[in-house]
């Protein structure tokens, strides 16, 4: 973690005596994954409890039923993001009944008012950036924002971080294209199938030596090869590739994607993206993120 960061997660975590760290999916648990060891060598850490992908890919997580019954309010629980908002907001509800304080962290810019709902807001609700402050404000109000932490997103930090000290060298001609795990019933306007569908008669996607679909981690790789044949079918060199993200990024001429931080990542390298959102419609806008906005092809 860089320093500056790891001072001022530092100087957040002195507030509690212990943290407990609650991750489903794979955003929050790449922020976890950089801050729990911050909570360890500060003596501050109480346990990783995990559910879903987290629980699946993670052996140090403790499944959320051995969460104690009682908490102190100088105890506090970080809560990531999932997209499971109703477990969110249960969570929520429970750790309010058993006295713990709470903190949600956020791994993205969008999405601000559907993780809480009708249900309370946590007692505390950290954002990446200024940004995220005023987006969080917008979508729920200033009583939102006197709740709001601005602190480093750290997981992004720590992949830009190997990518840049890996020195890997660019390939010409060579495309990432990172996909996120939407479908229709998400009811963005666009989901991932009909993006592959659209770069088949994107001009910009012909000429290329190679675009390397990496699917999201809670996708699975051989339904993505279905689709991904219409692509070759229609001379665009398209394949599945599942290797390390920072490393597709790391090799990239251009990062394609939807809407995931992995654009954010691109970024922060130097490396050209374009996010494909074709066909979105409001709420698809809405959950946007404001950094990719201007690369937007919808």
């Given at each position: 973690?860089r ?92 750790l ?28 505390v ?10 987006l ?37 001609g ?30 910009a ?23 991904v ?6 001379g ?6 599942v ?6 990024i ?18 922060a ?5 374009r ?7 409001g ?6 993120n404001?950094?990719?906005e ?5």
């Amino acid at each position: 973690m860089r320093s500056s960061s790891a001072e001022a997660w530092g100087r957040f975590f002195m507030r509690y005596d212990r943290l407990h760290f609650y991750t489903v999916d794979p955003g929050a648990h790449a922020m976890a994954c950089e801050l729990v060891p911050l909570a360890i060598d500060m003596g501050r850490l109480g346990d990783w409890f995990g559910e879903g992908w987290a629980a699946a890919n993670e052996s140090r997580c403790k499944p959320v039923s051995a969460l104690p019954r009682s908490l102190t309010p100088k105890e506090a629980v970080l809560i990531g993001t999932q997209t499971n908002v109703a477990r969110t907001q249960i969570m929520l509800r429970e750790l309010a009944k058993v006295g713990a304080a709470t903190i949600f962290l956020f791994d993205h810019w969008k999405n601000y008012a559907e993780n809480f709902g009708d249900g309370p807001l946590s007692d505390v609700i950290v954002v990446p950036d200024e940004v995220g402050r005023r987006l969080l404000t917008s979508a729920l109000g200033p009583h939102a924002e006197v709740r709001a932490v601005v602190l480093p997103h750290v997981a992004i930090e720590a992949v830009a971080d190997r990518i840049l000290a890996s020195k890997v060298s660019t390939q010409p001609g060579s495309v990432t294209l990172l996909l996120d795990p939407t479908e229709a019933e998400d009811g963005l306007g666009y989901d991932w199938r009909t993006t592959i569908a659209a770069l088949a008669g994107y001009p910009a996607a012909r000429g290329w030596a190679r675009i390397a679909v990496r699917p999201h981690p809670r996708q699975d790789a051989a339904v993505i090869a279905g689709e991904v044949a219409t692509l070759r079918r229609c001379g665009i060199p398209a394949d599945i590739c599942v290797d390390p993200i920072e490393q597709l990024i790391a090799q990239a001429q251009e990062v394609w994607g939807m809407t995931t931080v992995g654009l954010n990542v691109a970024l922060a390298v130097g490396k050209p993206i374009r996010s494909f959102q074709i066909g979105r419609n409001g709420k698809g806008a809405r959950m946007s993120n404001p950094h990719i906005e201007p690369f937007v092809i919808s």
